[in-house]
């Protein structure tokens, strides 16, 4: 390893000076364990320890069908765990062109019910049942959806190897509606011609990591481990106190993506997506047609960015094209004017969700 080059993760950097002196006929050999530096350590350690938190995109066309875009679509993968957000028409096909599981669907959570949001959820729940799914599938809409999902699954769906559990949302209320051990989800309030609302997804703070150099140096039994993790110093069997900043590295700052489609723009939106990494914002159409966007209660590229800029996220993504567009060039053009790090969503694109501003 070169001087200066930073060792892969879990590697000590050991630097072995030797000096060549006679003593008695025998060479000395003097080594100098040089460790990283506490930024490069705790670098690589995130850079190593961070599970996978992506958004794939399957659809981010709107209402009108065109040959460029399916309607609205996206998976969120954390942890191993998927949860789809709309289900437009077509949306079992991109699963099946983006080699995604069906199987590892354990939920679907849909803004609102106009058709180019949903009407994709009656064939693939029916897919699932041929492909002999068995888990439950746990759908989070407006309460509105849920004697239309009974007459579908009983119409469409009859004898399905698994079980359909639905949750009706409040689209009026910020409200933490699904929860497990690494994340939260919570509603957006938006405002559209119906009830309608987004989803923040929030990681759960994790744990400091383990220096394992530390913990061999220090010999440090296993059954300690946790109480190291919880925060808990060691004291040596000379009774000498190392603090637990020697033992451990921090751990990866909680990461966080909202979903909001489809809305007008809200000017206080940014109190409720403050400081999320990245924010998928709908941007139905550029500032030339501000007055379709009223009339039709969307938003245009521009306040998009708008939202982005005054909530201070790490980065965002346009989508909901109108069909009017033959390129959607013009409306990153506008959002970038107002803020720069924003990127168009596209149909098979993943984007990573990284807390690094």
Known sequence: MKMGQIPACGDIYLRVCLQHRRFIGQTRVAVSLLFLSSEYLTHLHLKCRMEPFKVRILGCGSALPTLQHFPSSQVVELREKLFMIDCGEGTQIQLRRLRIHFSKIIAVFISH?????????????????????????????????????????????????????????????????????????????????????????????TLPHIRRDMIDFYHIPISQINNIKAGADWITPDGNVVPNER????????????????????????????????????????????????????????????????????????????????????????????????????EGKIFDISAAR
């Open 113 to 205: 019910l106009h058709g180019d949001h949903c009407f994709g959820l009656p064939g693939m729940l029916s897919t699932f049942g041929m492909t002999g799914r068995t888990a439950p599938l746990h759908i989070y809409a407006p309460a509105a959806f849920g004697p239309l999902l009974c007459q579908t699954l009983e119409f469409f769906c009859q004898g399905l190897g698994f079980e359909v559990v639905f949750h009706a949302v409040d689209t009026t209320r910020n409200k933490i509606v699904y929860e497990d051990r690494s994340l939260t989800v919570e509603t957006i309030p938006l405002q559209h011609r119906i009830e309608c609302c987004g989803y923040l997804f929030r990681e759960k703070p």
């Open 247 to 346: 033992l451990t590295t921090p751990a990866a700052p909680p990461r966080s993506y909202a979903y909001c489609s489809d809305t007008r723009y809200i000017k206080s939106l940014y109190k409720l997506v403050k400081g999320v990494d990245t924010l998928y914002h709908e941007s139905t159409y550029t500032s030339e047609d501000a007055k379709r966007a009223r009339l039709y209660w969307h938003s245009t590229s521009r306040q998009a960015a708008q939202v982005a800029r005054d909530a201070a996220v790490g980065k965002l993504l346009l989508g909901h094209y109108s069909a009017r567009y033959g390129n959607e060039e013009k409306l990153l053009e506008e959002a970038r004017e107002i803020f720069p790090n924003t990127y168009l969503s596209q």
